[in-house]
């Protein structure tokens, strides 16, 4: 499928859910979305979707690290509102030290300390996607050093990477760092996160490769103690045994980037939680995409996610980005 194809394929999915799609909905009286066997389901419906990341809706890396903006941030829910995309991911929280944040303000500034205007642009975007009817993934922290992450993490505690998942004193400031969001009360709709239907994961962490099954079972159990009706989701790439048969792990996913049949890896993972648990596609690198959203739609995934979406600037034009892949709405191609 040439790249062209794959654009026409993608756009005209999410067409046929802005047309068949239930209308944006303001949070109060939404359903969460729950798990039942392998499927995801709102209310009696099963509940799937085609849609994007749109890593910079809390805090904006293009063209430099700064503040989003409100003009920005609703520019961005919108652009997924009108496009059918029921659920947009974001990216993680920024820890001071990281690559592109190394200027600039970030959520986590020290040990416990935390930026309150940050996390109000937080309160905002989630008072915006519930007003437009668009569900949230939110992992927590990245494996990689873009935004600070776990090393990051680590070296504000005098600590190194290594150290992140057996450190006592590491993940007590990280379970602070998930109850305080978790548990958050927006300052917008008066409204808990946890107990906002908006939110339809908490995802552990962002392509983590060395997390134990063990803690990855042990942090689900936490935040179901914190946000017992939300759905909670591993981000290691792909499925692992223990995970998708712990009770407290709701959705698993998978990111495709190297060369490959991104078409067989698809229908690889679903078949290792068939009948168990629900599974999507979190990131793909859609110029080697052929076939995969048809496999998608054929083998009962709960839905596909491109990377990535970059929103207008106000001043005029759109953002861009330092990687290739990036679409801007309306839907035009990769930039190269």
């Known amino acids: 499928m040439t790249r062209a194809l794959h654009l026409l394929c993608l756009g005209g999915l999410l067409l046929l859910q802005a047309l068949f799609s239930a209308p944006a909905a303001e949070p109060v009286g939404r359903p969460f979305v729950t798990r039942v066997g392998d499927t995801l389901r709102e209310g009696d419906r099963e509940f799937r979707f085609v849609s994007f990341n749109l890593p910079g809706l809390h805090i904006n890396e293009n063209p430099v690290w700064h503040r989003i903006t409100p ?41 416990g300390l935390y930026d309150e205007e940050l996390l109000r642009d937080f309160d ?43 450190d006592p004193e590491l993940q007590r400031s990280f379970r602070d760092l998930v109850r305080t969001l978790v548990t958050r009360v927006n300052t917008v709709t008066g409204v808990a996160y946890c107990d906002d239907p908006t939110i339809l994961a908490w995802e552990s962490g962002n392509e983590l490769r060395d997390d134990p ?23 290691h790439c792909g499925p692992r045994e223990k995970v998708v048969a712990d009770a ?16 067989a890896w698809a229908r690889r993972d679903r078949e290792l939680t068939r009948g168990r648990k629900p599974f999507y596609v979190g990131e793909y690198d859609p110029r080697r995409g052929e ?46």
């Open 213 to 235: 099954e063990e803690w990855v079972c042990a942090l689900a159990a936490y935040v179901k103690q914190l946000a017992p009706r939300q759905l909670f989701q591993d981000g």
């Open 124 to 166: 905002s975007l989630v008072a915006l996607c519930g007003k437009h009817g668009v569900r949230l993934i939110i992992p927590f922290i990245d494996e990689w050093e873009w935004w600070g992450g776990i090393g990051e993490f680590a070296q504000l505690h005098g600590r190194t990477k290594k150290e992140f998942y057996s």
């Open 71 to 111: 003009w920005e941030q609703e520019d961005g829910v919108r652009s997924i509102a009108q496009m059918g995309g029921r659920v947009v991911r974001i990216y993680t929280l920024s820890i001071s030290g990281g690559r592109r944040n190394a200027a600039g303000p970030s959520h986590v500034k020290a040990p």
């Open 248 to 263: 407290n792990v709701d959705l698993l996913t998978n990111h495709y980037y190297r060369e490959g049949d991104y078409a």
């Open 291 to 336: 076939g995969l959203v048809e496999e998608v739609l054929r083998n009962g995934s709960a839905g596909i996610l491109t990377w990535s979406l970059r929103g207008h600037a106000k001043e005029g034009g759109f953002f861009h980005h330092s990687d290739p892949l990036f679409y801007h709405w309306p839907l035009r191609p990769l930039t190269r």
